[in-house]
């Protein structure tokens, strides 16, 4: 089988994932899709700590039924991260690809070790905190189907990604928007995880 190195950028919600092979040193794009980690209409799956924040009514401190709230939350969405990655492999192995890697897109959000209370104090703070969760489900999910697990610096992808390429910045953009050509949509996001994919398909070969 062929193998291919999955990029993964989160979001509220859940995740764009881009595949990507390599023949040679070029790359190509085996994939482009949405991996969710809410079903439709579960908004405790989909922004727990914004229903966290609402349940709290401006108290510091969190109450047992938040965090009850926002476990089962996560719960849910690392169940079905996992159940998606486990459909996306499948379907890969089913066209003769074989994902052994993953490259999640991370930020410098380390410093956060209780996301519930971080999304207490003020109404900006959630949508960061959903999104961190996001990840973490990720985490979970590539944990679970035996990935090799790479995370990357979403700020400073570019950048490095160029140095480590040879290519100039203007010379990644073309080829990022080249490998996207038959993907709609194919925004910045979707150029981040691919290019994060690539990163690790060359890191890894």
């Not at 919600?13 to 023949?23: E, H, K, P, Q």
């Not at 209409?41 to 349940?55: C, K, Q, S, V």
């Not at 790479?150 to 990022?176: C, N, Q, V």
């Amino acid at each position: 089988m062929t193998p291919v190195a999955l990029g993964f950028r989160a979001s509220r919600g859940g995740a764009l994932v881009v595949g990507v092979t390599l023949d040679g040193n070029e790359p190509r794009l085996a994939l482009s899709t949405i991996l969710s980690t809410a079903a439709e209409g579960d908004r405790l799956a989909f922004e727990p700590y914004h229903m966290a924040f609402e349940m709290a009514q401006g108290a510091s401190e969190v109450s047992p039924k938040a965090r009850a709230a926002v476990a089962e939350g996560r719960r849910r969405q690392e169940a079905l991260a996992a159940e998606g990655l486990h459909e996306i492999i499948r379907r890969l192995e089913g066209e003769g690809r074989h994902p052994s890697v993953a490259a999640l897109l991370v930020n410098r959000a380390g410093w956060m070790t209780d996301l519930l209370q971080y999304s207490l104090f003020d109404p900006s703070h959630p949508p960061v905190a959903e999104g961190l969760a996001v990840r973490d489900a990720l985490r979970s999910a590539i944990g679970r189907c035996g990935l090799e697990l790479i995370e990357m610096d979403e700020k400073s992808l570019p950048e490095s990604a160029s140095l480590k390429l040879g290519l100039s910045p203007g010379e990644l953009e073309a080829r990022l928007k080249a490998l996207g050509g038959g993907a709609k949509p194919w925004r910045k996001e979707h150029k981040l995880a691919c290019l994060a994919a690539w990163l690790a398909a060359t890191a890894t070969r």
